[in-house]
């Protein structure tokens, strides 16, 4: 973002304005020095509820900030909102991340672990989840898949995003890249484009089992399945667990395509 960060010391209070990269903080042994987390912080679960709510992902609560004297705020483009963002650069070393795809999070990882001088541990998350990658058998033939991020209105992933970078590596070929990163649908676009798999994610619209009614009706044809939104979606450590994940839906979807 053409914003440089430069820390005299390795950060001892640090705030995270982002869940993936808050749970990326924990499993890289900064417990103690993370102050402050959004309300949409929810891993690691037994350990995120003692610290301190700074409010949500876009709409942040200054004095509670102001009062936990960060030296450190870590946040990402997407996820975050531009003013507020330049409100704490005004005040705080804010260092932000900008993900698109795979080796964009391994990077963010790297310099994370770089910023806060837990190296080690941020190479051996990256190691493992680009082994992870590596060893992952996509779908073959590829299959026509539309992933659903909400309803009323109908959202779906686009293309130029992290989970269109990640439903590529699986095999699943977007039938909505075309179009913008998180575009509205209308029932008519969902037939005309006739997709053979539907994913209806778990986040940040909580879909459920009894959702895939309503997209068979559209769909008829179509294989419909709700999956967990944060391993198609979080670009921290939690890709450690995104790879065996992806393989079983490969593997169901190829069985019913």
């Not at 200054?62 to 963002?85: M, T, W």
């Not at 994370?112 to 990658?133: M, N, V, W, Y």
């Not at 058998?137 to 659903?148: D, E, H, M, R, V």
């Amino acid at each position: 973002m053409g914003h440089q960060v430069t820390l005299q010391h390795l950060p001892q209070r640090i705030i995270s304005l982002v869940p993936s990269q808050t749970e990326l903080l924990f499993d890289l042994g900064l417990a103690d020095r993370i102050v402050g987390v959004t309300k949409f912080c929810i891993h690691p679960k037994e350990q995120v509820k003692y610290k301190t709510i700074i409010g949500g992902t876009k709409n942040f609560k200054f004095d509670v900030i102001d009062h936990l004297r960060p030296d450190l705020i870590i946040g990402n483009k997407e996820e975050n909102y531009k003013v507020g963002i330049e409100q704490l650069k005004a005040k705080y070393k804010v260092w932000m991340s900008d993900i698109y795809t795979l080796e964009d999070s391994l990077e963010m990882l790297l310099q994370i672990g770089s910023l806060t001088g837990t190296e080690p541990k941020a190479q051996e998350i990256a190691q493992t989840i680009k082994s992870g990658f590596e060893n992952l058998q996509p779908a073959q033939p590829t299959i026509k898949t539309a992933y659903f991020i909400w309803r009323k209105p109908y959202m779906a992933v686009g293309g130029n995003n992290f989970i269109y970078h990640i439903l590529q590596q699986s095999g699943f070929e977007n039938v909505f890249a075309d179009l913008e990163r998180y575009p509205e649908l209308t029932p008519e676009q969902l037939q005309q484009a006739n997709p053979q798999l539907i994913l209806l994610s778990s986040e940040p619209y909580p879909f459920k089992g009894k959702h895939i009614a309503e997209f068979q009706e559209l769909c008829p044809n179509a294989t419909i399945k709700v999956v967990d939104g944060e391993l198609f979606s979080w670009y921290g450590s939690r890709l450690t667990k995104s790879p065996a994940y992806l393989q079983s839906v490969i593997e169901e979807a190829m069985r019913n395509s």
